[in-house]
């Protein structure tokens, strides 16, 4: 059982930066890959990066235009996501996720979310 915690969302202006934190905790020696996913109102579960656990090897969607950079801290046993030259259409409920397996961009195949962390940029 792997849970997980995000944080470092809020309210902030088109331009301005954020960085997303997900803390892990449990059984996490299964966890193959980490996501950043997110959901705006009325929208479905759009993936946004990932990071593998152990080689911190990161994949990111196109539609970041090189904006995000995933990362993570083993020791810490966290995820980040730093999000820099926000838009006002970034706003969304961002989540963690946790695959035990694979690299996927699927939110299907991820197997743990955390409670999510909103971010609402100003325009």
């Known amino acids: 059982q792997v849970q997980l915690v995000e944080s470092g969302g809020g309210l902030v202006q088109a331009g301005g930066s954020l960085r997303l934190s997900c803390a892990a905790a449990?059984?996490?020696?299964?966890?193959?890959?980490m996501g950043w996913f997110r959901q705006a109102p009325g929208q479905g579960r759009e993936y946004v990066a990932r990071?593998?656990?152990?080689?911190?090897?990161?994949y990111y969607t196109d539609s970041i235009e090189g904006r995000f950079t995933i990362s993570r801290d083993n020791v810490k046993n966290t995820v980040y996501l730093q999000m820099n030259s926000l838009k006002f259409e970034d706003t969304a409920v961002y989540y963690c996720?946790?695959?035990?397996?694979?690299?996927?961009?699927?939110?299907?195949?991820?197997?743990?979310w955390g409670q999510g962390t909103q971010v609402t940029v100003s325009s």
């Open positions: 990071i593998s656990w152990s080689g911190g090897v990161t």
């Open positions: 996720a946790a695959a035990n397996r694979g690299s996927t961009r699927s939110w299907e195949m991820y197997d743990y």
């Open positions: 449990g059984r996490t020696s299964n966890t193959d890959t």
